[in-house]
């Protein structure tokens, strides 16, 4: 058999390699052998998160998988096919709900039918997107490439217990086209959400008063942001103490840039509302229609596209090259980046127009 070969420890070396890798493998229908998995990381190999991402993708693939084990540095991915339908994904750790979403959501569009998934685990991750963010800020702008997806909170979810809950529907796709994203407009408005569980609901407020009076004084007249208080007894609360703050810009030309921060043990409420507020007006800064964590997200989504979409990001990151390398190897998509590493740049890539199979007359 003839494998894909993917060295985990290149560039960025950590856990998007191989849910990027997994995805690829399981819509294209070629096997893949990644090695030297997180090579760079401390622990090395796979922790439980990166097991439950490789194990979903699987799933829907029908996939052979070798080394799928705490600690293994090397797994053989082989999909057989695709399918849709009803799964349960549970993490057993506090790990990122939202990074399984990440590898499942490219190979549910490529499924042949729509794909509802419960997944357990944190809604809320240092490192990882935050629930919100899926749900305002990456499915609606994959909608503009032709993908349909929705994501609702059922339970949050923090460390170190987890236990939080999300459903998702993913639905198939004839195909993806390209776009254009490199026009910043005026922002019409800004809005946000600071959450806590089991704390009290102060903390919620004073993260929300310091974003709203950074932002303000930034210039930004329509702000709201909203205040969420769960205490035990609601169904919607996590099981773990937690709290945060997520804000969303919203361009006139629909796009969205956004920012989070989490709280912690010991860290000022107002020290999480303005880290909140400095990121969102660092990246408003820049100009630049495609914010940090988006540009990282999606580049799978445009090397599967229909011709040549342009991005003008942000900031331009290690996770984005990775993801392109990792492209390249597995569709043959092409990509030339204008701008330094950390700074704005400009990413064009050509895609390769994958079809799904399942939905061609």
């Known amino acids: 058999m003839e494998f894909v070969e ?4 290149m560039l960025e070396g950590g856990g998007q390699i191989l849910r990027v890798s997994a995805a690829l493998s399981a819509l294209t229908g ?3 052998r990644i090695f030297n998995i997180r090579a760079k990381r401390n622990p090395p190999g796979l922790r439980l998160q990166h097991i439950a991402a490789l194990k979903s993708v699987a799933s829907v693939a029908e996939a052979e998988v ?3 084990n705490l600690g293994s540095s090397e797994v053989r991915f082989n999909p057989k ?11 057993g750790s506090a790990g990122s709900t939202m990074l399984i979403l990440q590898a499942l959501a490219p190979v549910a569009a490529y499924a042949p039918k729509t794909m509802f ?4 685990g944190g809604t809320n991750n240092k490192w990882a997107p935050p629930v919100e963010y899926v749900q305002q800020v990456l499915f609606p702008t994959l909608e503009k490439i032709g993908f349909r997806g929705s994501v609702a909170l059922v339970r949050r979810g923090f460390y170190p217990r987890g236990g939080g809950v999300v459903r998702a529907r993913l639905n198939p796709a004839r195909r993806l086209t390209a776009v254009d994203f490199t026009d910043f407009s005026k922002v019409s408005q800004i809005r946000g959400l600071a959450y806590v569980c089991r704390l009290p609901g102060h903390i919620a407020s004073r993260m929300a008063k310091t974003a709203l009076e950074m932002l303000r004084d930034a210039g930004y007249a329509d702000v709201d942001i909203q205040v969420e208080v769960l205490q035990d007894g609601d169904g919607a609360c996590a ?4 709290c945060g703050l997520f804000l969303v810009a919203e361009l006139q030309n629909g796009l969205k840039i956004a920012a989070d921060s989490l709280g912690e043990r010991g860290k000022p409420s107002e020290k999480v509302g303005a880290e909140a507020a400095e990121a969102l007006l660092s990246q408003l800064g820049t100009k630049a229609p495609v914010d940090t964590h988006l540009a990282d997200q999606l580049i799978v989504w445009l090397s599967l596209a229909q011709g040549v979409s342009r991005l003008k990001v942000c900031k331009l990151t290690l996770h984005a090259l990775t993801s392109m390398e990792v492209c390249k190897l597995f569709v043959g998509a092409g990509f030339k980046v204008e701008g330094k590493l950390g700074e704005t740049a400009n990413i064009t890539c050509e895609g390769v127009g994958w079809k799904n199979r399942f939905l061609e007359p």
């Open 6 to 9: 993917i060295d985990g420890s």
């Open 30 to 32: 070629r096997a893949a």
């Open 66 to 68: 070798e080394g799928l």
């Open 81 to 91: 096919t695709l399918r849709g339908g009803e799964f349960l994904f549970q993490i």
């Open 117 to 120: 998934a419960e997944i357990h």
């Open 239 to 242: 099981v773990s103490p937690g």
